[in-house]
């Protein structure tokens, strides 16, 4: 799927091809308009398409649709960066943590823990744990990726 720019600069390709019915400037056109494809196609990729939380969606894991999810919302950023040290460790660089969770083994029980919305809403951080709870560890590439 191209991204959503890369559409733009195609229709306005197209739109140029549907103008012009003189024979040699459509052939001409239709030349250009297939290299610039060509172009906007080569231009324009730069992999899957992002979300909100700034992942893709690499692969399932497993999937579980039935969970037990608890959810632990903190009022302060400086509780919440406190419990993510306890959890992740006291070397973890907490300060660029948004929301994190936690997954049973065993069983389908589910802990995420964030910010209370009426503090700081980020619901598509919510929802990048809640995947996590679904479908377990979905961008490990983009994570190695990150740490290198
Ligand atoms: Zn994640």
């Avoid at 297939?34 to 398409?49: E, K, N, T, W």
């Avoid at 909100?52 to 903190?74: C, I, N």
Wanted: aromatic share 10%.
């Amino acid at each position: 799927m191209l991204p959503k720019l890369c559409r733009m600069c195609l229709t306005n390709v197209f739109k140029g091809y549907i103008i012009n019915t003189d024979m040699m400037k459509l052939t001409t056109l239709l030349t250009l308009s297939i290299l610039g494809l060509g172009l906007f196609l080569s231009s324009c990729d730069d992999g899957p398409r992002r979300a909100a939380d700034g992942y893709y969606f690499e692969e399932k894991e497993f999937e579980k649709t039935s969970l037990g999810v608890t959810v632990v919302l903190f009022e302060t950023r400086r509780e919440f960066e406190e419990t993510a040290k306890q959890k992740l460790g006291r070397d973890f660089p907490v300060e660029n943590v948004a929301a994190f969770g936690s997954l049973s083994v065993v069983g389908n029980n589910c802990t995420i823990y964030t910010m209370d919305a009426s503090v700081q809403y980020e619901p598509e951080f919510l929802g990048h744990e809640l995947a996590h709870c679904i479908w377990g560890r979905f961008h490990e590439k983009q994570n190695i990726a990150r740490n290198r």
